[in-house]
């Protein structure tokens, strides 16, 4: 994954940090949990994630192999923005690693429309 702009999702609990990595092509990847907290190197502009699913879906092997130069996020999202926006049917499941078309200039988009119309 080769990617110089990303939105960090901060811990709340203990349910992990969650990412919004902008790919080429105007899409966003979006992935996250324990596995994924910030290290010296992490995140970074060049990494790859490997996943490999048991046969009841779960996950059994989960490496991360980082390359590449440290980067910042354009922005941290935290407390009940952060919420607001896992709770958005439009949000896709970090825990997922699912790639989703649009830019992330659109995420505020999701957590004002998850505020202006609760579930």
């Known amino acids: 994954m080769v990617s110089n702009d990303y939105i960090k999702l901060s811990e709340i609990e203990d349910e992990g940090v969650n990412y919004l990595f902008q790919l080429a092509s105007k899409k966003i990847l979006s992935f996250g949990g324990q596995a994924f907290y910030q290290t ?3 995140p970074s502009n060049n990494f790859e994630i490997a996943v490999c ?3 009841k879906d779960e996950i059994v092997l ?9 980067l910042l996020p354009r922005i941290k999202i935290t407390g009940k923005k952060k919420l607001d926006l896992l709770s958005s049917p439009k949000f896709p499941d970090p ?4 790639v989703i078309e649009g830019q992330l200039d659109d995420v505020n988009e999701l957590i004002n429309e998850k505020i202006n119309n609760p579930s």
Do not use: A
């Open 40 to 42: 010296k190197k992490f």
């Open 62 to 70: 989960l490496e991360k192999y980082v390359h590449g130069e440290k």
């Open 95 to 98: 825990d997922k690693f699912i």
């Open 53 to 55: 699913y048991g046969l």
